[in-house]
């Protein structure tokens, strides 16, 4: 046995590998490279997945639009995906000079961090404040990625009424005033809810929770589209294909979503990627069988949209739970998700795209979920993480820690959004709405000049429509000041479920 181990440490040293030392740094940049191996403080397995990860995430921006484009009317499908595209652009701009520093600076308070990390300045090599494992850099990156999802998730309100100028501007000051102290307080370790031992792996408040609350805030200052509650606005998703193909590109996306937020390689992050697959398909699974008691159709729609409030679902407690879990997680998650789709019409607000239906109330309930079963062992899978856990452990206090974070996080970023989408409407230039005639060519005709397709399809939907009523006046658009205010169609409560959008 002696002599096999002197043989193996042989082979190693013959081999060309950096030994990895432990971080020693005394400056904030981690040392100074010119002078000395840096790399040595990381692993290259850890790097790898990371970046891997990063490149995973922003892989599900892509499939928000195209998932969000689906399920709107072709006439202004483009404009949907151009709104996600630009959520990366503006994110990765606002992350770079301020976003980063808000949120993660080494000496952040207790709801918000500083401006000491400003245009990435001093964030290089110095272990990050989200893992030891990983140096900043890589994790700014990182979490780059999820305030740019965030944004693309929220922005979905305006589908076919909102004008896409004030929702740039909306963009940047959203993700800089709500996202960010939310995102700090969540899982900067000097934040409120990290200190007070809140469970969240990976966004169930930050990305989910308040990205609903932003969407049902948006809808509610938007007002409700044009011919909502009649029979002017009884369609169906324009594009099935593009749903399916979004939820795929999610589905792949999330598992650098959950499982790279173990911020290393190790098992915590392969059963965080357990979980995941474990949760979409149980809820996809369930939310389609829903469909299935009322409209007697295997809805491919309602398959997609169920392993969405799934993904949602899991993701605060992807860290924290063991795999048997995750089918509470779907089966929950699915089936709450399918039923807050009535919500909308209880409220009176034109959630287009069910974002607040999937987003907040997935997230509630997986942070409620995450309460029950977090499991002190499968955190310390990661090798260093150590929690009291949930229920599971007895650990009956946790409860109430999930639910504070989870209504305090939804509050502030429902009032916060009212509250910027009404400076934004006043200023000159700026109304959040569409003209009439936007919503009645498209948006992507007026607003862009381009379509989703290479034929001109925004004419065929309307070629039935005549802008104007017999009695001369111009059909209601539902805005309080139109001159028409036709009563609102009475929706039956059987019929719910993003499978046939606004005819549910």
């Known amino acids: 046995m002696a002599d096999g181990l002197n043989l193996t440490a042989q082979g190693l040293d013959s081999l060309n590998y950096t030994v990895l030392d432990p971080y020693n740094g005394t400056v904030a940049t981690g040392g100074n490279s010119l002078a000395n191996n840096l790399n040595v403080f990381y692993e290259p397995g850890d790097i790898s997945w990371m970046l891997t990860s990063t490149a995973l995430v922003l892989l599900m921006i892509p499939g928000v639009g195209f998932f969000y484009s689906g399920l709107a009317r072709?006439?202004?499908?483009?404009?949907?995906?151009?709104?996600?595209?630009?959520?990366?652009?503006?994110?990765?701009?606002?992350?770079?000079f301020w976003g980063y520093s808000l949120t993660y600076s080494h000496t952040a308070g207790k709801f918000i961090g500083d401006l000491s990390n400003f245009g990435f300045m001093n964030t290089l090599d110095q272990p990050s404040v989200g893992s030891s494992m990983i140096p900043d850099l890589l994790f700014a990156v990182y979490?780059?990625?999820?305030?740019?999802?965030?944004?693309?998730?929220?922005?979905?309100?305006?589908?076919?009424?909102?004008?896409?100028l004030p929702c740039v501007i909306f963009m940047l000051i959203w993700s800089t005033l709500i996202y960010d102290p939310i995102a700090c307080w969540t899982w900067n370790p000097h934040g409120w809810v990290y200190?007070?031992?809140?469970?969240?792996?990976?966004g169930g408040t930050p990305v989910h929770i308040s990205s609903g609350a932003a969407a049902l805030a948006y809808s509610l200052m938007l007002g409700k589209r044009r011919g909502h509650g009649t029979q002017e606005l009884n369609y169906r998703p324009h594009n099935v294909t593009h749903i399916v193909l979004g939820t795929v590109f999610l589905w792949v996306?999330?598992?650098?979503?959950?499982?790279?937020?173990?911020?290393?390689?190790?098992?915590r992050a392969v059963m965080a990627a357990v979980v995941t697959n474990l949760a979409a398909s149980t809820a996809g699974v369930t939310w389609c069988i829903l469909d299935y008691r009322l409209e007697k159709r295997w809805s491919a729609v309602g398959f997609c949209s169920g392993v969405v409030s799934g993904l949602v679902a899991i993701t605060p407690g992807s860290g924290f739970v063991p795999a048997w879990a995750a089918i509470v997680f779907g089966v929950v998650g699915g089936a709450c998700c399918n039923h807050a789709t009535k919500?909308?019409?209880h409220l009176r607000i034109d959630d287009a795209l069910d974002i607040f239906a999937v987003h907040t109330i997935g997230g509630l309930?997986?942070?409620?979920?995450?309460?029950?079963?977090?499991?002190?062992y499968?955190?310390?899978?990661?090798g260093t993480t150590v929690i009291k856990g949930g229920w599971l452990n007895r650990h009956w206090i946790q409860m109430a820690y999930q639910l504070a974070d989870s209504v305090t996080g939804f509050g502030y970023s429902f009032a916060g959004t009212l509250l910027i989408l009404l400076v934004i409407n006043v200023i000159p230039g700026l109304q959040l709405r569409a003209s009439e005639e936007a919503e009645v060519v498209g948006i992507d005709e007026i607003e862009i000049g381009e379509y989703a397709y290479d034929y001109v399809e925004a004419r065929r939907d309307v070629s039935s429509i005549s802008l104007f009523g017999d009695d001369g006046f111009t059909k209601s658009s539902g805005e309080n000041n139109s001159p028409v205010m036709p009563a609102e169609k009475n929706f039956p409560a059987e019929a719910h479920g993003p499978q046939a959008h606004d005819q549910r």
């Open 343 to 345: 919500l909308k019409y």
């Open 74 to 96: 072709r006439k202004s499908a483009l404009s949907l995906l151009w709104l996600t595209m630009m959520a990366t652009g503006v994110i990765s701009f606002q992350w770079f």
């Open 378 to 382: 499968i955190a310390h899978l990661d």
């Open 365 to 376: 309930v997986g942070n409620i979920c995450t309460g029950f079963f977090a499991a002190d």
């Open 253 to 267: 996306g999330w598992f650098g979503f959950n499982a790279g937020s173990a911020l290393s390689a190790n098992n």
């Open 195 to 202: 200190v007070m031992g809140g469970l969240d792996f990976a």
């Open 143 to 164: 979490q780059g990625m999820f305030s740019a999802i965030t944004v693309a998730l929220a922005v979905g309100a305006v589908a076919e009424r909102g004008r896409l």
